[in-house]
């Protein structure tokens, strides 16, 4: 296969220094939901990988080890595959290959089937926090390159035939799709239908003004659809390069254009000669004002090695699905698009093996905070029912009112709350006993004979059996993003999570464990890789796997079954083998013959991977194995005398398997790429899952570690209370990462609005209590009379004035209905909630329709529900595309859109100024520095 470099980018500036600590990776998974929403359960892709009929990991179908994972049909009803593969984690792009069509493979029997060889190539840098108190350069032994690898990306073909494909942003032509801005000239006779597009014009000439150019004369036309490239650019005019799509027709309707069979401008048409024209070989000039801005590959069917590796971010889309069909799949004409499909491969050399060593040990250095990994062992039990409630919420008088107290959370299934009673002469409220806890949904409407715990229902003296049967890893962030009814703080602001498990007979249960003093769980660092195991299956020979594998799926008749036991007894008895029946030995499995491994089939894996402590202990396995995209072909050629009747089609086969190898075209040519092709492959989704969940969030302009604290929240917001500062940080992360609020200006700037309209954390609804009736009217005009006239059609604005002036003061409920009411639902208000205090029915609509999380029905969810209440704000934040103002330090602007009355402007800007100088704590000033702030009225 050829290889050629990749076109020089223009020079960049110099670099800044690098931190001292080395910025941590974004890690990002392949696809979101199938409602686009992003997934944090790493169980929900181990299932929809399980439906998936080949491509399974460490264990193919065919029985042969396996690296990769694939996803195609059987994934796509759970995943958002429409938009593309998105990059796993940041890196830089080393190699990749873009195929202008589809190879086309015909069978012995005359079937065809089509496959994409495209590849996307990335190359991360893994490298570990430094030890404490370490100083200097980080050792090299401390860093590592992990490769990902996306394999059958879909061809140059499917882009043209689809123009609303997202093309990759890292293509590197600049191109433009015609729209249909322009008609043709009408035929004379007025018969042919004029075409919509843009006419192509002879060189442009300076204007009068500097920087203005008048157009030429037309001389021909292209229609809607076509797409171009352009070389010289002169002002809006752009000198056509090259036609990547479509043709050049006449500038008049049903006219001729060129010579007869002949697409080239620079032929005047037949019986015109003095038509103008543009010189030879030259397609013209057309301007570029309104027409779309593409993308283009500059090489086709070439592995390209870019002189400079390609930055890319995690969460950036690399290019669509390609195809890939097998036998069963091919078809008797030649084939059609029909079965997309991806393999998602992550690699890295020996050199690993002693990097996760060294990892484990420094995971043992770092401070507990640094934590993010719940391992449940096997053998720990959990809180498996709720006892009954030990009380009624009236203790000794009739209850008149109930409230949450200070200290109760503001999410889950209990609020612990006061019930109270009016006291002598009906003056004021008394409390009725000590404080108790009830179920929130009965909170509304909470009475005398409303159950009651007199403790928070949740205790460890409560863990039962079942015992967790397997060891199971569960991310922070993960748990944090659970449902509300499956999270809960106690009274010692001890978090409890209830989540699956799988007993040890491989049955599904469900428990409660908390995050503090659970017996049989621990706290993990990701650097520890918690599970993680390296298997060495090099020894596995291809043949003797497919012998195996004949037996088990009873495909080997009775003298191949004996004849073929040595090959059955040396993969079952491999390390690889003996490692998965531990895992599948629970499950039906088949009836494989053999020590070991004769229970691990593919459907046992598939099977497996649904029940997520089996999932983890399948997917944990690190495969030291050789690459399949390398190497010679006698592995596979040892293959071809157990084919049978299936031989020829088998020899196709070969070949197709040569053409999709690539490893000999990178290796040397990419710094540091392995050179032989026996490597370790680690599961994706286990990669992603575990340093997802760690929580990192660094300055995408720095560097500077921004991930939020409990006392980075004190220091900012002195009057948060204890319970907030604890509650919010994972929440702001991971909201944080997932709307890219992710530089020291962007994360200050949302905090100097945090300052003001959620009172620093404290205030999650507005109250709306006004004094000034004439205040209010000036400042809700509009929505009062919007909302007057839904409960009073007929009223003046007259009387609406006098009516806010005079009744609606200090009336907190009534204001809210008329301000805010839903007039489908007249008792709920949709006031300003949240961090950054969503408002408006249509405000909260869109959230609703953006995340999937009903707050129109619901709204009190963005004041109790810590997750909406943070949520909704850095999706408000992103969706208003607010990143770039504060990026470009413009408090004004920003509040603007927040605030349009500019309200408590000073204090914004001098809290986000407190805040940028707390985060940019390492000293080290941010590329976008605060004092380069925009001056004069819209600034500082």
């Known amino acids: 296969m050829a290889t050629q470099p990749h076109p020089a980018p223009t020079p960049s500036p110099a670099p800044r220094p690098a931190p001292s600590a080395p910025a941590a990776l974004t890690w990002t998974y392949p696809f979101a939901d199938a409602q686009k929403k992003e997934i944090t359960d790493s169980q929900k892709f181990y299932h929809a990988l399980s439906l998936m009929d080949d491509g399974l990991f460490p264990l193919g179908v065919n029985g042969f080890p396996h690296g990769g994972t694939h996803f195609g049909g059987g994934t796509a009803p759970s995943l958002d595959q429409t938009g593309g593969v998105r990059c796993i984690a940041d890196g830089e792009i080393v190699a990749y290959r873009i195929i202008d069509r589809n190879p086309h493979l015909q069978f012995a029997d005359g079937k065809w089937a089509a496959y994409s060889t495209g590849f996307v190539l990335v190359r991360h840098h893994l490298a570990l926090p430094p030890a404490p108190n370490s100083t200097g350069p980080q050792p090299a032994d401390e860093k590592q390159d992990v490769y990902s690898l996306y394999l ?10 689809d123009e609303k494909l997202r093309r990759p942003f890292w293509w590197d032509v600049d191109a433009f799709r015609i729209l249909g801005k322009d008609h043709q000239h009408p035929a004379p006779g007025g018969d042919a239908p004029a075409a919509a597009g843009a006419f192509v014009w002879t060189e442009p000439k300076a204007g009068r003004k500097r920087g203005q150019f008048t157009a030429g004369k037309q001389v021909a036309f292209l229609p809607a659809s076509c797409e171009i490239t352009v070389g010289e650019k002169r002002g809006e005019w752009g000198h056509i390069h090259s036609i990547i799509k479509g043709a050049m027709i006449s500038p008049t309707a049903g006219g001729t254009f060129g010579s007869e069979d002949l697409n080239v401008p620079w032929e005047a048409p037949d019986g015109t000669p003095n038509a103008p024209t543009t010189p030879k070989d030259d397609w013209g000039w057309i301007n570029l004002r309104g027409h779309q801005p593409a993308k283009e590959p500059r090489q086709l069917d070439l592995v390209v090695i870019p002189v400079t590796p390609i930055p890319v971010k995690a969460g950036t889309p690399l290019g669509q699905l390609g195809e890939y069909h097998d036998y069963e799949r091919a078809t008797p004409l030649p084939p059609i698009a029909r079965r997309q499909i991806l393999h998602l491969e992550v690699f890295a050399d020996d050199g690993f093996s002693a990097f996760l060593a060294k990892s484990r040990t420094r995971a043992a250095q770092l401070p507990a905070d640094q934590r ?19 009380r009624k919420l009236r203790l000794y008088h009739a209850v008149k009112k109930v ?24 003056v004021a409220y008394q409390s009725d006993g000590p404080p108790v806890w009830i179920e929130r949904a009965k909170l509304a409407n909470a009475g005398d004979d409303t ?15 079942p015992a967790n049967g397997f060891p199971l890893i569960l991310p922070r962030g993960q748990l944090d993003a659970l449902e509300a009814k499956d999270k809960a703080t106690d009274d010692q602001k001890v978090n409890w999570w209830h989540v699956p498990f799988s007993t040890a007979d491989g049955k599904n249960a469900w428990g409660w464990v908390c995050e503090k003093n659970h017996p049989g769980t621990k706290w993990e660092s990701p650097w520890a890789w918690p599970r993680f195991e390296t298997v060495d299956a090099t020894g596995i020979q291809i043949a003797d796997a497919f012998r195996r594998n004949l037996v088990i799926t009873g495909a080997a008749n009775w003298k191949e079954q004996k004849e073929f036991e040595p090959s059955l007894a040396a993969v079952n008895n491999s390390a690889l083998l003996l490692k998965l029946e531990q895992t599948v030995a629970k499950l039906d499995a088949g009836d494989g013959k053999g020590k070991g491994g004769g229970r691990v089939t593919a459907r046992a894996i598939q099977l497996a991977m649904r029940l997520p402590s089996l999932a983890q202990a399948l997917s944990h396995v690190i495969l030291r194995y050789e690459s399949e995209w390398g190497g010679d072909m006698s592995r596979w050629n040892s293959i071809t005398p157990l084919m049978r009747n299936a031989r020829d089609n088998w020899l196709c086969d070969l070949e197709r398997i040569k053409k999709l190898q690539w490893w000999d075209d990178v290796k040397g040519k990419v710094a540091g790429f392995p050179a032989s092709a026996t490597v370790l492959h680690i599961h994706p989704i286990a990669l992603i899952s575990n340093f997802q969940s760690s929580g990192t969030l660094s300055c995408a302009h720095c560097g500077t ?70 205040r209010l009217w000036r400042i809700y005009n509009t929505a009062i009379r919007n909302g007057l006239r839904r409960l009073h059609s007929n009223w003046t ?50 959230y609703k329709q953006a995340t999937g999380l009903d707050i129109t029905t619901d709204p009190a969810l963005l004041e109790s529900n810590w997750h909406a209440v943070t949520d909704s704000s850095a999706w408000f934040w992103s969706s208003r595309k607010l990143n770039p103002l504060a990026d470009a330090n413009n408090p ?31 000293g080290q000033p941010c590329k976008h520095d605060w004092d380069a702030a925009i001056t004069g009225a819209n600034g500082w």
């Open 372 to 390: 993010s990994l719940l391992v449940i062992n096997a053998g720990a039990k959990l809180v498996q029912a709720i006892p009954a409630a030990d």
């Open 797 to 846: 604005v007259a009387q609406m004035e006098t009516y806010t002036k005079s009744h609606l003061v200090n009336n907190d409920s009534e204001l809210g209905v008329v301000l805010f009411g839903d007039d489908t639902y007249p008792n709920r208000d949709y006031r300003g909630r949240g961090l950054l205090h969503l408002t408006w029915l249509a405000s909260y609509n869109e």
């Open 451 to 465: 159950p009651a715990w007199s403790r928070f229902p949740l205790d460890l003296q409560g863990v039962a059996e």
């Open 705 to 774: 570690d921004l991930r939020i604290t409990s006392e980075i929240l004190k220091k900012i917001f002195p009057s948060i209370s204890e319970l907030n500062a604890n509650a919010f940080p994972a929440e702001l992360n991971s909201a944080f990462s997932k709307y890219k609020i992710n530089t020291c200006n962007r994360i200050s700037h949302f905090f100097g609005q945090c300052e003001v309209e959620c009172g620093g954390f404290t205030a999650f609804r507005e109250s709306l209590r006004y004094s000034d009736g004439d």
């Open 152 to 161: 059958h990306m879909a061809d140059w073909s499917t882009y043209l035939a």
């Open 892 to 922: 004004r602007y920003v509040t603007k859109i927040i605030n349009p009355a500019l309200k408590d402007l000073e204090r914004r800007k001098a809290a986000a100024r407190r805040a940028f100088e707390i985060l940019n704590k390492d």
């Open 403 to 426: 409230e949450p107290t200070a200290d109760s959370p503001t999410g889950g299934p209990w609020v612990k709350v006061q019930s109270m009673h009016l006291g002598r002469m009906d």
